[in-house]
């Protein structure tokens, strides 16, 4: 199970809704009915991605880089930061108005009000699970289900018109390809800059 693959499936569904206008970069963006409800809910997307900052980063700082699941954490860790720096960049450069701020999904360099292109939150999800993905997933396939939070996040920002269509799956290849790099350094980057304790991880150092 691969990410990408899951969410152009996604996509391609809410693309083939009936659409007031199509467009964008990759020609099918356009507003779908809005829908703000149940599982789609912004609260439930909320709690997501909050959920996923927590248990990576008190992952990290409570198993330290001793061992397999603490380095791991860590490479979330990195692949967070980086697809967040990576997309804040892209916001601040494309300046592209969101489904909720305008029907007409090529309006870019609107400012920096518009913060649509591409989507940090599909964005940041994809790159925290990746690196669990390539460590684990072929001992433990079950784990390739991880997968399915970033696909929802995905269906859920069209659906409740926070982004285009294009937006998520650009925000999933960016945390996807930061998440392969971040698992596939020699060690975790951002543990390096820190002071030795933090090697060490609570869980170990209270034992």
Known sequence: MRILP???????????????????????????????SGIWKRSNQDVLI???LATVVGGALA?????????TFWRSVDALAVSGVATQGMKL??????PSQTSDPNRF???IHAESF?????????AAVKPFMVNYGHDHPAVYALALLPVYDAVARVKTRGHW???VLVGAAIGTGVGLWASHRNSPLIIGWLPGGFQVGF???FK
């Open 50 to 52: 909050y959920g996923t």
């Open 6 to 36: 899951s969410l152009l499936s996604c996509v391609a569904i809410l693309a083939s809704a009936n659409a007031l206008a199509s467009g964008g970069p990759l020609g099918i963006d356009h507003r779908i009915h809005y829908d703000d």
């Open 93 to 98: 450069a494309f300046q592209r108005e969101r």
């Open 165 to 167: 269509q294009s937006d």
């Open 118 to 126: 591409p989507s940090g939150e599909v964005a940041a999800i994809s």
């Open 63 to 71: 198993f330290g880089d001793q061992d397999k699941l603490g380095d």
């Open 109 to 111: 360099f609107e400012g």
């Open 203 to 205: 869980i170990h150092r």
